[in-house]
């Protein structure tokens, strides 16, 4: 009977530990680093990333971290991580400028046409999905994406005559 007893309390001392040391892992199922899956836009979402703008006299690189939460659209960029973030709050249906991104350039010799994007289009553009590109006459975009991942493109490039947008995806929450 002694012998029953003893083992019952180490079965109850091994399944409290095991408990508790599941419990203090540190794996959040919250975020979901790049889904294998395809990505609706109509899912609350993160992206991180880099960007580099290329122009005819300039390059300006920076990083940018985009948001959606239902309807609301946050991206904050920044030229590095020691200086100030430019933050944009937008709604699902509104145009997000270009100028906005490239902020420091001549805007006289940037296409006026292509100024503003709708921010619906430009997630779609960075998920590589399709878009009607008559609304943006000019517009070239290239996707790359990894062997490994066919979901989310590692590159966008968004060309034009007067500069060009290449988009970094670095990490994808869902």
Same mark, same amino acid.
Request: charged share 25%.
């Given at each position: 009977?002694?012998?029953?007893? #003893? !083992?019952?309390?180490? +079965? $109850?001392?091994?399944? @409290?530990?095991?408990? &508790?040391?599941?419990?203090?892992?540190?794996?959040?199922?919250?975020?979901?680093?790049?889904?294998?899956?395809?990505?609706?836009?109509?899912?609350?979402?993160?992206?991180?990333?880099?960007?580099?703008?290329?122009?005819?006299?300039?390059?300006?690189?920076?990083?940018?971290?985009? #948001? !959606?939460?239902?309807? +609301? $659209?946050?991206?904050? @960029?920044?030229?590095? &991580?020691?200086?100030?973030?430019?933050?944009?709050?937008?709604?699902?249906?509104?145009?997000?400028?270009?100028?906005?991104?490239?902020?420091?350039?001549?805007?006289?010799?940037?296409?006026?046409?292509l100024?503003?994007?709708r921010?619906?289009d430009?997630?779609?553009?960075?998920?590589?999905?399709?878009?009607? +590109?008559?609304?943006?006459?000019?517009?070239?975009?290239?996707?790359?994406?990894?062997?490994?991942?066919?979901?989310?493109?590692?590159?966008?490039?968004?060309?034009?005559?007067?500069?060009?947008?290449?988009?970094?995806?670095?990490?994808?929450?869902?």
């Open positions: 009977m002694d012998n029953y007893n #003893k !083992k019952t309390c180490e +079965l $109850i001392f091994f399944l @409290i530990i095991s408990l &508790f040391i599941a419990s203090c892992s540190s794996t959040s199922y919250l975020l979901k680093p790049n889904q294998t899956e395809d990505n609706k836009i109509a899912n609350n979402f993160s992206l991180e990333g880099k960007f580099k703008v290329s122009m005819r006299d300039s390059k300006k690189t920076g990083y940018f971290f985009l #948001k !959606k939460n239902n309807k +609301l $659209i946050e991206i904050n @960029i920044g030229k590095s &991580f020691l200086l100030p973030e430019e933050r944009i709050v937008l709604n699902i249906d509104e145009d997000l400028e270009i100028t906005k991104i490239i902020h420091n350039a001549n805007h006289n010799t940037l296409d006026k046409s100024d503003n994007i921010i619906n430009f997630i779609r553009i960075i998920f590589g999905l399709e878009i009607d +590109l008559s609304s943006y006459p000019g517009l070239e975009i290239i996707n790359d994406f990894d062997q490994s991942n066919k979901s989310l493109p590692t590159r966008v490039v968004l060309k034009t005559k007067d500069y060009e947008l290449m988009i970094l995806n670095k990490n994808f929450y869902e």
